[in-house]
Each structure stands twice: as structure tokens, then as C-alpha cells.
């Protein structure tokens, strides 16, 4: 009922002032798009597409009903209210400062087809505060309660349009916080290298799209000197003015967070690397729980990349010892790390091994998955494909060159210790091979070639 009185309301407005001579019209008090607007042209460019988007009938102009009175408008005045409206719930959707509403609506209403310049002073004084009086009010902008209870309903949540994900490196990394853990020297400062000079360059990686654009590399356990060497055998020429590195940098309790925002918002980089986590967060506080203490190193990193839509990349350690279940389990410390960041890159394998498991969790990545991974010679990764095939063939033979060279038969369990593989695997994979008589298997659980 509400949208109807002030399309009505609308119309009679525009007929009374068709009476009036211009120059009244002209004379009339009215808001005018502010001198101190600050908007930003991309706001109003994102804005004006997402509403074409939605309304690209009206955008054009074409408010008309069709031959079937099954859609547009009676009248242009009507079109106009119902395009301010869009615009209005765009603006909603994109959370912009209510302060923005003004001039938001009406610069973007003005770039499109339905704009009348004989009509902008009825526009602004009557539409425009109409509008956000009916929309933007009743979803709580204006709300005097604090913010730490403000909430939302499933009605405003229904009215809000979302950028689609930023992908850093499209289906692997997204914008948001995430841990790159390995075991030490397996090569994950390599991977974090490789990342950042394809944000740099934008050069597609595994064969995935990649923005190009800014990255920061805090290197706070290497010096220039080895820096320069790996670049150079990661890529030829590597030299970018988009890629800042730095080997030292204040702990995060010591101003480093304050920094790094400052730093965030002064060169807005797609990608922020932090290696290490060790040489980043701040030391355990007495009396906190260690829960406590993981969870709190990393959230205000998670709030940075959230806040600034980049994604921060936190390198750490894995665990000693091999994981039977989850990856997570894998990454040194609490569970409290993987509670305050948005996922994680968990590279599995030891110091000798040519290929790797890469486990990917993320609550924006829609199926966590597990691939293979294979380091190169020179220092770098390459994509191996999907785990489940990669590495079936690869510790099959394995196993079958152990039995092979030994000289009786073995057990799962001490098959999976002279491989530093998870028992439970091992047992599991050797079962199927003996099935499928790849394998001998006698009454004690032996097995054999």
C-alpha cells in the first residue's frame, strides 16, 4: 500500500507543477547533489550496474506497459518512483553510509534513460526523500540502537545484493583469511612467492585465472639478497612495480596491525602475504588459554581482509607426525586458528617427497578439495590434478618397491612407518591392492608381492 500512495503522490505533484510556469518550478526550494560529495565514481558506476542489472527495462527508459498490460508503468512519473526505488535497495544492498544516499540516488538515476532535466527539481525535493523515507528507513538505517546488537531480519536480508566472491586465484583462493601451512623447508615460502608474482603480473597459475593487481610480500624470515635469487627462478624478468616486499615488520601487538591497515588502504593490494605466523603474532599472554591466544593472533588479520576485500595469506607450520583424519588437524596449534580465519591451504608431504597433497578448506570455496601438487626442480609448483588419482599410482608403487626390496613380508602398520604415510591410509590402499591381486595377504594380516 505504501508503494501505491507515493506513486499517487508522485503523479499529483508532477500534474500540479505542469500548471506552474517554469521559472517557479525553477524557484522552488529543492537538495541538490551536495559540493562536498565524496563518492567515488566506481561506487556510482558498481551502483548504476547493479540497478541495470535488475531493472534494465526501466534503465533504458522503457516504463511503458506492454500490449499485454503485463509489464511497466501508467505513467512516466511512476516508472521514475519505481527506478528510484531500485536504485534505492541497490544502494541498501551495497551498504553505502546513509550520509551517501542523496547523491547516490540521484547521480544515478541521472545516468539513466528515465532521467527528465525539466523534471530534476521535482525529482530531488519529492521523489528522492520519498524513496529512502519508504525504503531505507524501515531497514534500520537510522537505527538508534548500538551496534553491538544491531540485527537484521530475513526481510532485509532478502532486499541485499551481494558482489559475487573475489577470487585472488579463481576456484583456489578467494578474498578473505587463509593459512598456508607445510611442514618446515617443504616449500610453501616458495608457493607464497609464486602467488604473489602472479597477482603481480597477472599470470595465470595451474592454469586458473588470476587478477592482476598489487601484492605484499612480508618476508620476516628471509633477506633481499635470497629473495632476488628465488624470484629469478620462479620468473623471467620478475622485476614489478606491483609486487612490495619487506623482510621486516613490527609483531602485531607492537603496531603492526595499525600498520598494515595503513598500508591496506594506502597501495589496496589483491594479495598480502605474512611469513611467518611465528614472526607476526604476539607473544602468549600468562593466564590465556592457548585456544584463546591462537584464535586472537588472527582475527584482527581476518577483520583487515574482510574489511578491505583482499585476501591476507598467513603462513605456518604443520604438526609433527601425520593427521588420520582431518587436514586441519595438521596445522601446529589450536583449533583456535582455524576458527578465526576464513580457511586454509594445507600442503602435506615430507622434505623428499617430489609430490605433494595440497588440501583446500575455505567457508567461501564451495567444495573443499584435495589435489596433487609436484615441486619443481628450480624451486616452485606445478599442478598435478586431483589427488585421488595422482597419488593412488604414485603410493601404490611405493609399496610395491618396498615389499619388493624387502626380505619377508610386512604389515600395514610397519609399511606406513617406513613411509611416513597415515596408517590408516596405508591399510586401507594395501587391502584394495590385494583385492585387485596386486598384493598377497596371508592369515596373520602379512602382506607380500
Given at each position: 500500500?505504501?508503494?501505491?500512495?507515493?506513486?499517487?503522490?508522485?503523479?499529483?505533484?508532477?500534474?500540479?507543477?505542469?500548471?506552474?510556469?517554469?521559472?517557479?518550478?525553477?524557484?522552488?526550494?529543492?537538495?541538490t547533489i551536495s559540493k562536498g560529495s565524496v563518492i567515488q565514481p566506481e561506487i556510482i558506476n558498481n551502483l548504476c550496474?547493479?540497478?541495470?542489472?535488475?531493472?534494465?527495462?526501466?534503465?533504458?527508459?522503457?516504463?511503458?506497459?506492454?500490449?499485454?498490460?503485463?509489464?511497466?508503468?501508467?505513467?512516466?512519473?511512476?516508472?521514475?518512483?519505481?527506478?528510484?526505488?531500485?536504485?534505492?535497495?541497490?544502494?541498501?544492498?551495497?551498504?553505502?553510509?546513509?550520509?551517501?544516499?542523496?547523491?547516490?540516488?540521484?547521480?544515478?538515476?541521472?545516468?539513466?534513460?528515465?532521467?527528465?532535466?525539466?523534471?530534476?527539481n521535482t525529482f530531488i525535493k519529492y521523489t528522492v526523500p520519498k524513496v529512502i523515507a519508504s525504503v531505507v528507513s524501515p531497514i534500520g538505517y537510522g537505527n538508534t540502537q548500538p551496534a553491538s546488537i544491531q540485527g537484521m531480519t530475513a526481510a532485509q536480508l532478502a532486499l541485499k545484493h551481494f558482489a559475487?566472491?573475489?577470487?585472488?586465484?579463481?576456484?583456489?583462493?578467494?578474498?578473505?583469511?587463509?593459512?598456508?601451512?607445510?611442514?618446515?623447508?617443504?616449500?610453501?615460502?616458495?608457493?607464497?612467492?609464486q602467488l604473489c608474482l602472479a597477482v603481480a603480473h597477472g599470470d595465470p597459475l595451474w592454469g586458473k585465472n588470476v587478477q592482476s593487481g598489487t601484492a605484499i610480500y612480508l618476508a620476516l624470515e628471509e633477506n633481499f639478497r635470497r629473495l632476488q635469487t628465488r624470484l629469478s627462478q620462479l620468473r623471467q624478468p620478475f622485476s614489478s612495480p606491483h609486487l612490495m616486499l619487506h623482510t621486516s615488520w613490527k609483531r602485531s601487538d607492537q603496531g603492526?596491525?595499525?600498520?598494515?591497515?595503513?598500508?591496506?588502504?594506502?597501495?589496496?593490494?589483491?594479495?598480502?602475504?605474512?611469513?611467518?605466523?611465528?614472526?607476526?603474532?604476539?607473544?602468549?599472554?600468562?593466564?590465556?588459554?592457548?585456544?584463546?591466544?591462537?584464535?586472537?593472533?588472527l582475527a584482527p588479520t581476518t577483520e583487515l581482509a574482510n574489511k578491505y576485500h583482499c585476501c591476507i595469506l598467513v603462513v605456518t607450520h604443520n604438526r609433527k607426525g601425520k593427521s588420520e583424519g582431518d587436514a586441519i588437524e595438521m596445522v601446529s596449534g589450536t583449533l583456535g586458528q582455524m576458527g578465526a580465519v576464513d580457511g586454509a591451504l594445507i600442503i602435506d608431504g615430507s622434505r623428499g617427497d617430489s609430490m605433494m597433497r595440497l588440501t583446500l578448506v575455505g567457508r567461501d570455496i564451495e567444495q573443499d578439495g584435495e589435489f596433487a601438487i609436484t615441486k619443481?626442480?628450480?624451486?616452485?609448483?606445478?599442478?598435478?590434478?586431483?589427488?585421488?588419482?595422482?597419488?593412488?599410482?604414485?603410493?601404490?608403487?611405493?609399496?610395491?618397491?618396498?615389499?619388493?626390496?624387502?626380505?619377508?613380508g610386512l604389515k600395514p602398520i610397519e609399511v606406513a612407518e617406513r613411509l611416513d604415510k597415515p596408517r590408516g591410509a596405508v591399510r586401507k590402499l594395501m587391502s584394495t591392492m590385494a583385492i585387485e591381486m596386486q598384493l598377497k595377504r596371508d592369515s596373520t594380516g602379512t602382506y607380500s608381492v
Open positions: 500500500m505504501m508503494g501505491i500512495e507515493l506513486i499517487n503522490g508522485q503523479f499529483m505533484v508532477d500534474a500540479f507543477l505542469s500548471l506552474l510556469p517554469s521559472s517557479e518550478i525553477k524557484n522552488l526550494p529543492h537538495t550496474s547493479e540497478v541495470e542489472k535488475n531493472e534494465p527495462l526501466l534503465w533504458k527508459g522503457q516504463w511503458e506497459k506492454d500490449e499485454f498490460n503485463l509489464t511497466g508503468y501508467p505513467s512516466h512519473s511512476e516508472g521514475d518512483m519505481a527506478l528510484a526505488g531500485a536504485i534505492s535497495r541497490a544502494a541498501v544492498g551495497m551498504q553505502l553510509p546513509e550520509s551517501m544516499f542523496n547523491d547516490a540516488i540521484v547521480e544515478c538515476f541521472m545516468r539513466s534513460a528515465m532521467y527528465r532535466s525539466e523534471k530534476h559475487p566472491i573475489n577470487w585472488i586465484v579463481q576456484d583456489i583462493l578467494p578474498e578473505g583469511s587463509y593459512l598456508l601451512s607445510a611442514r618446515p623447508k617443504v616449500g610453501k615460502s616458495w608457493l607464497a612467492l603492526g596491525i595499525k600498520d598494515l591497515e595503513d598500508m591496506l588502504i594506502d597501495l589496496k593490494p589483491r594479495l598480502v602475504v605474512i611469513d611467518t605466523l611465528a614472526k607476526f603474532r604476539p607473544p602468549s599472554s600468562k593466564g590465556a588459554s592457548a585456544y584463546e591466544g591462537d584464535y586472537n593472533a619443481r626442480p628450480q624451486g616452485g609448483w606445478d599442478w598435478s590434478g586431483s589427488a585421488s588419482q595422482a597419488f593412488v599410482s604414485a603410493e601404490r608403487q611405493l609399496i610395491l618397491n618396498l615389499l619388493g626390496s624387502a626380505n619377508r
